[in-house]
């Protein structure tokens, strides 16, 4: 008799989601810089481009940490393996974000750029939270992971840190509507709270090393 | 020094076309058929309203007025980005809110009443905003808090001739404006969050020293039409000295007063928005810098319009008003 819930994720329904990922992830990101070179992005293409990158990159964390709960929670552990195709995709539109904010914002001041950097608390907490994601970008293929062995994990828990850092970045960058970035910080704080035994093991054990290493 | 006085007959620069609508100016008439062929659709089918936003948008009326005598060189921020890309939370806090919220705002009738210490207090309806006094054209760099910047041709006329007529008291040291309140129709007043915590009417105000210099303008038009709602029709306040956000929009009270006015936004943040507001490249916003802006011009992403922030935004003939005061301290 054919299983009445036939919903089971199988690895050849996989390569289906995989398409999907792609397609949802890079369709809006093509078109939005279509619109922004040719100048159909509003007022000022540069603030949309901004907004939407980052707004984005930001979408793309939240739910890289929302697979590893709904595959528990609709018991399909298979979706585990889209985990790295999101992450990957929202260091893609981080570096989209970061790279609009050089090229078209600042217009390669360089000098501005490390002086915004220095100066201002919410460029620096994205500037963080921009490099953890890129050393988990560069560590995320097979071959990192065997070459990491155990480190690896402990690389890829800074994750829970940058998002974090993320969310911060979003709220200290407004003028004042704050609501958007405080449901974004509420949705962070709900993803790191379901992660809290872990979370608390990190930090006993960081905790420790430190002791370890004052003795 | 070579002064160049151009021929009454020379093209004004809002009289020229811009380069990028030139190159396109097929394709605008082809859009043109298609504006004309889905407005004869739509008044045929009640279904069309099903696939957008139907709303009417707003009618601007052609102005009478003195064009700018100043030959301005830099280039006009194009019509379409002037009145799409606006800041004004009334109408929600995204830029390109106003321009989606606004186009059903009632100008109409309209009061505007000047008050408080003076000796000839009066009020101004719709009509007379544009018949009262003379209108003029004036070519104006807009320096937005946010480190963007445009440069508008404004119509309206000085704030002095307003203040003027209504014959100031000698104790009267500050004006305070006040931008129409009405929930109904503006959205941003009523839900707090819409409207990004600013607590509504939002107000403004100014030395009336400051108010009285010629170059503080109330307009009442852009780009040789009234104002858009989204750039505060049917009057606002422009004052090229200082930052956009002094520039209030939609005025229903200006009033001359002893004590100087509480503002929207230093009200909010005291530690980031001051009274005076004056473009001061020196002197940073607490999150950002002040030191240059991006011109909005649409010129493409690539070109380079980061431009060095001027004192006073340019205008340096303001700097005697604040003779010996730090401005550092007063931002």
Not at chain 1, 21 to 34: G, M, Q, R, S
Not at chain 2, 272 to 293: I, T
Not at chain 2, 296 to 320: C, H, K, W
């Amino acid at each position: 008799m054919p299983n009445t819930f036939a919903l089971k994720l199988k690895p050849n329904h996989l390569f289906w989601v995989k398409l999907i990922i792609h397609v949802a992830a890079l369709a809006p990101l093509c078109l939005t810089f279509y619109q922004a070179f040719t100048d159909n992005l509003g007022g000022d293409p540069v603030t949309a481009l901004l907004h939407f990158t980052g707004l984005g990159a930001f979408k793309l964390l939240l739910l890289s940490l929302l697979v590893t709960p709904l595959a528990r929670v609709l018991k399909q552990g298979l979706l585990i393996r889209v985990r790295r195709l999101i992450g990957l995709y929202s260091f893609t539109y981080a570096f989209a974000h970061f790279a609009s904010y050089i090229l078209f914002d600042l217009q390669l001041d360089w000098s501005l750029l490390l002086s915004e950097i220095i100066k201002r608390p919410y460029i620096t907490v994205g500037l963080i939270a921009w490099l953890i994601l890129l050393a988990l970008t560069l560590t995320s293929t097979k071959k990192a992971q065997r070459y990491l062995g155990k480190k690896w994990q402990s690389l890829h828990n800074w994750v829970y840190l940058a998002v974090m850092l993320v969310s911060v970045h979003f709220l200290w960058s407004v003028k004042s509507a704050i609501l958007e970035p405080l449901i974004y910080m509420l949705i962070t704080l709900l993803l790191l709270l379901y992660r809290r035994d872990k979370l608390k093991r990190i930090f006993k054990k960081r905790l420790n090393n430190t002791q370890k290493i004052q003795k | 020094m070579l002064i160049k006085v151009p021929k009454t007959s020379a093209a004004k620069e809002n009289q020229i076309t811009d380069e990028s609508v030139y190159h396109r100016r097929r394709d605008i008439i082809k859009s043109m058929g298609f504006v004309g062929a889905s407005s004869l659709l739509s008044s045929t089918s009640a279904q069309a309203s099903f696939f957008g936003n139907d709303d009417k948008p707003f009618k601007t009326q052609a102005l009478d007025y003195a064009p700018d005598a100043k030959q301005v060189s830099t280039k006009l921020t194009p019509e379409e980005k002037i009145i799409t890309h606006n800041n004004f939370y009334e109408f929600g806090t995204g830029k390109s809110d106003p321009v989606e919220n606004a186009q059903q705002f009632k100008v109409n009738p309209w009061l505007l009443s000047v008050e408080g210490l003076a000796e000839n207090p009066f009020s101004l309806d719709y009509d007379d905003l544009f018949k009262q006094f003379p209108l003029e054209e004036r070519i104006y760099r807009l320096r937005c808090v946010e480190a963007w910047s445009m440069v508008v041709p404004w119509i309206g006329f000085s704030l002095a001739a307003l203040i003027k007529k209504a014959k100031p008291l000698s104790s009267a040291k500050y004006v305070a404006f006040e931008t129409l309140y009405d929930p109904k129709q503006m959205p941003g007043q009523k839900n707090r969050f819409a409207g990004g915590g600013i607590d509504y009417p939002y107000v403004e105000g100014l030395r009336i020293d400051e108010a009285v210099h010629p170059l503080t303008l109330l307009s009442v038009g852009l780009y040789g039409k009234t104002l858009p709602p989204q750039n505060g029709a049917p009057i606002r306040l422009v004052v090229p000295w200082k930052y956009g956000f002094k520039s209030i929009k939609s005025i229903t009270r200006i009033r001359l007063t002893d004590k100087r006015p509480p503002t929207s936004w230093n009200r909010l943040a005291p530690n980031e928005y001051g009274f005076y507001a004056n473009v001061n490249p020196s002197v940073d916003h607490p999150r950002w810098s002040q030191a240059s802006e991006r011109r909005i011009s649409g010129a493409s992403l690539f070109s380079r319009n980061r431009i060095d922030t001027q004192m006073f935004n340019g205008y340096e003939e303001v700097a005697p008003l604040y003779d010996g005061m730090n401005l550092r301290k007063n931002f």
